[in-house]
């Protein structure tokens, strides 16, 4: 039989310290299947992205995702992710795409940006208040405290009630440059195709998380901003072929580490406090899974299911 889980359902079963234990695991060990994220563009605005196998030690099962991007529509990710046995490839379960994304996306997000920013850094910028801005936020509040919350959005009123939503005060400003002039740490979700944020724009010690240039032709922080920074990846390879790096015509050679040689003390985050940091993600398979298993695993017994076979 096949578990079915919802989005209300995943939130429900879903537990934030356990998932950055997980994700953070993750990033420490060595993954033996090279990471696959497939893209295509569709006729009309929209794109598909299947991303595969999400596979961990210790875990016997893999994950498979299928997403559709449409950046006008409510919600702008749709999809699935399919959870197999590792043994025999039995369909343990289907998730909702979109929530299995933002939560791993914003809370990994939130793993690197905690280690790589400033000990002491308690004002957070967002650029962009979707989904994943959101799971950020409560990524970060779960491992460190916040003083204040600085936003802005393209839709002043959005940036309002995101506002209105979170734990920690904060206040909504005009422009990209305001969030960085005020924050220690900014974080930026949003479709962009041109820089929001370039050199000029940030001060050292500062840092930056940017998740949304995540496929080709998505960008958040200009060349020289990153040329300037001390850039670090979830994959090198990924991000030069459709991250923040290829998108503005840098190499793979411009990140100075992944985030797991940083964990690992392979390779140091922040080297001192004047440091511009910069943690640039695309994303990967396993991360969906670092979700998708306990989430199952919570579920056994009280979901519904279906046989796809009958």
């Known amino acids: 039989m096949t578990v079915l889980l919802t989005r209300s359902e995943i939130v429900r079963l879903l537990d934030v310290p356990a998932v950055l234990a997980a994700l953070r695991s993750g990033f420490e060990q060595a993954m033996e299947v090279a990471p696959l994220r497939v893209r295509t563009d569709l006729p009309g605005p929209g794109t598909a992205t299947a991303l595969l196998p999400g596979v961990l030690p210790g875990v016997p099962a893999y994950t498979v995702k299928v997403n ?79 003083d204040h919350l600085v936003v802005h959005d393209l839709d002043p009123d959005r940036a309002a009630r995101f506002l209105s939503q979170q734990p920690v005060p904060g206040t909504v400003v005009s422009t990209p440059r305001d969030v960085a002039a005020q924050a220690d740490v900014v974080v930026l979700a949003t479709w962009a195709r041109e820089p929001l944020l370039t050199a000029a724009d940030a001060r050292p010690g500062l840092h930056l998380t940017t998740l949304g240039a995540d496929e080709p032709g998505k960008v958040e922080l200009s060349a020289d901003l990153l040329e300037s920074a001390r850039v670090v990846v979830d994959d090198r390879k990924l991000a030069a072929e459709m991250g923040a790096l290829g998108n503005v015509g840098l190499p793979a050679e411009a990140a100075a580490a992944t985030f797991s040689e940083v964990l690992s003390g392979a390779a140091a985050g922040r080297r001192s406090a004047d440091d511009l940091t910069v943690y640039a993600p695309v994303g990967l398979p396993w991360q969906d899974l670092a979700i998708a298993w306990p989430v199952y695993q919570a579920a056994s017994g009280e979901a519904r299911t279906i046989n796809f076979l009958d």
């Open 68 to 146: 559709a991007k449409f950046p006008n529509a409510t919600p702008a990710l749709r999809g699935v992710v399919c959870l197999h046995d590792l043994t025999d490839g039995t369909l343990l379960a289907v998730m909702d795409s979109a929530t299995i994304t933002a939560w791993r996306t914003g809370l990994a997000a939130a793993l690197a940006t905690d280690v790589l920013a400033q000990p002491d850094s308690a004002v957070v910028g967002l650029i962009g208040t979707g989904a994943q801005a959101g799971m950020t936020v409560i990524g970060l509040t779960a491992l460190r405290h916040l």
